[in-house]
């Protein structure tokens, strides 16, 4: 532990008198530390892209300024990194706008049904590209929230069974379950895939920023590395939470909970 000392003197006149206060200071020692690191993550993160994009350009207006071939091949790369990139910055500042406003609970009435509906339209393309067929079991509920912030935990986590739950060639094609049930007040908005699941000591980790199980796969499926800590974020600010469970070979279930609206 980490311990920071105030000493003080004083005279009452008889005597004159020292008073050391000891002020444990791990826990800010660790905020500010958790600080740095996300500084320097976000950085990094931006960085790589930012690199390749630069090469491209250079290559574009030297070696490669006259075969058209090529400057086809490095645009399509360039937009692909420029589009990461949009995405990275985009869920920074979704981030930074939920921290600042923490403390205040949304107060609309959302209906989790008309949620799930929304989502699952935009991201039927994304699932039919990764043959995974979506079933739907929803019935009217209303929590007390934010619809764009809710929308967004359900996005995130139907994406990602969608990204991550896709079969591999030769392998059949999958499910994901989404539901929404109300247990002793509280909403709750689920998600289970068939996919590989997450070993148990990964599962704690998954709503740190930036923490992936395969950067690699991540990456490679447009990730940032943000989304669970968006999530974890946004059902904090709700008075709700995010619950997982998981087991390796057996898929995974997200839960987002969230207090009904009554
Ligand atoms: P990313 O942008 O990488 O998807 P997230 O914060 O949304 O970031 O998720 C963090 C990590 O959690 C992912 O990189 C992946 O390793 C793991 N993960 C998330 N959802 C699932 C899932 N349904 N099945 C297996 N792993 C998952």
């Given at each position: ?24 200071a791990?826990e ?91 989502v ?64 002793d ?10 996919g ?7 599962i ?5 920023r ?53």
């Open positions: 532990r980490l311990y920071q000392a105030r000493v003080a003197a004083f005279d009452s006149g008889e005597a004159r008198h020292v008073a050391v206060t000891l002020h444990d791990t800010s020692r660790r905020l500010e530390q958790m600080r740095v690191d996300f500084v320097a993550n976000a950085s990094h993160e931006l960085r790589t892209p930012l690199a390749s994009l630069l090469g491209f350009i250079e290559t574009l207006i030297g070696p490669a300024r006259d075969d058209s071939a090529a400057r086809e091949k490095f645009l399509g790369i360039m937009l692909h990194q420029a589009r990461r990139m949009a995405r990275l910055v985009d869920d920074l500042l979704s981030l930074s706008r939920i921290e600042q406003t923490l403390h205040v609970q949304p107060r609309a009435a959302v209906d989790l049904a008309a949620v799930v509906e929304q699952r339209d935009a991201l039927s393309p994304l699932a039919k590209d990764n043959r995974i067929e979506l079933v739907v079991e929803a019935r009217k509920i209303l929590v007390r929230g934010d619809r764009d912030e809710l929308l967004r935990v359900a996005e995130n986590l139907i994406e990602n069974a969608i990204k991550y739950s896709a079969p591999e060639p030769g392998q059949a094609d999958r499910k994901v379950w989404i539901s929404i049930e109300s247990h007040g509280v909403g709750i908005l689920s998600v289970r895939d068939e590989p699941g997450i070993a148990p000591e990964n704690p980790r998954l709503t740190e930036f923490y992936r199980v395969d950067v690699g796969q991540s990456r490679a499926k447009g990730g940032t590395g943000l989304g669970l800590a968006l999530v974890k974020h946004i059902l904090a600010r709700h008075r709700g939470r995010l619950s997982i469970q998981s087991l390796p070979g057996e898929g995974a279930t997200f839960s987002a909970h969230a207090p009904l609206f009554e």
